[in-house]
């Protein structure tokens, strides 16, 4: 197969890279990430998602090994968030029924807050921008929480949370930090950390390279943790982003955090966030060696190559989110520069995140369809 199609929008080496383990685990301690293994390892249902192999891909890219971890399998809820919201809101709520717990969302942690919530039987309420599909807002629906819908984008319904949850005592499980609002972010990302947890038991192959889709960065810095406790060698990082909304791209790039403003929305909505989090972008700022950012033209046929088993034996569901570590890397290794710069050859074992099935059905089929 050709792959000229695929190409990146922006490449860029960090300049600031120094990675160091106690300084990315100063920022989010060993002893969570031990305690949300330990935590969500016990829930009914859990066991560790695939770590697939993307074999026909690796052949044709020359690499040793393409991993794909596959979260389309992550319980019920088809995405890695669901180790995130819903082990926040246990940790937070200690099993006092009598507590309501509260969410901004564009989606897939709002889901996985109300499922935490109903799972202990708390009362839940997750407030939605207009833009947020009818298909995502019925998942969360189903799992027995009152969705408030907000008119304007995310951060109305983030200011229309905080508003109504002050007012009612409520208590917010979001999953961005800020200067004030540290602690429950940490815990989502604790949560994340338990997928390189199980790959570290899944592989004896060394990582060498790993693509992080980043939003708020909030994945990205879970992974890098769980790396730098779980993983013995450390691997090239390389984030992930749409070109629409490359904020950790930008933020890096100029030293600091940096907003922009989102002009048009990426079919990647997961990952449509204008400013990084403060706590993972802590943990990013050094560990980070590279990012690049994608236009969101071959997302659709990605999922649909993925689905019809044309990079593995296995059919493989992707959403819109997961495509994007994989345009990265078949775009890194169509660009000798890039390739080169990444050292992306016949040793590499690269590690893509999988990071959510078919979580909006309609949307899926819509653009596998296409
Ligand atoms: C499926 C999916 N992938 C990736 C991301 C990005 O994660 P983060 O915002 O923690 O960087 C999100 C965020 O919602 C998501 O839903």
Redesign the pocket.
Known sequence: MHYKKWKYSKFLSNKNYKFNRDNVLKYLPSSMLNDSYKTISKWKGYSSTPLLSLSKLKQSLELNNIFYKDESKRFHLK???ALGGAYAVEKISKRNKKITVSSAT????GRSVAWGAQRLGLKCKIFVSQYVSKSRIQHIKDLGADVIIVKGKYDDSLRACKKLSKKNNWKIIQ?VSTKNYKFIPQLTMAG?SIMIKEISSQTKKYITHIFL????????AGIVAGVAKYFKRIPKFIIVEPDKASCVFESIKSSKIKKIHIKKESLM???S?GEV?LV?WKILKKSVGYCISLPDNNVARTMKLLANASFSSKKIIA?E??AAGLISLIAACGDKKVKNSLKLDSNSNVLLIG??GD?DIEMYQKLINK
């Open positions: 995405s890695f968030k564009a989606g897939n942690h999953d994340y889709q980043a939003g708020v960065g909030g994945m990205a909505g997961g990952m966030c989090s993972p959403g989110n997961s990071c959510e979580t």
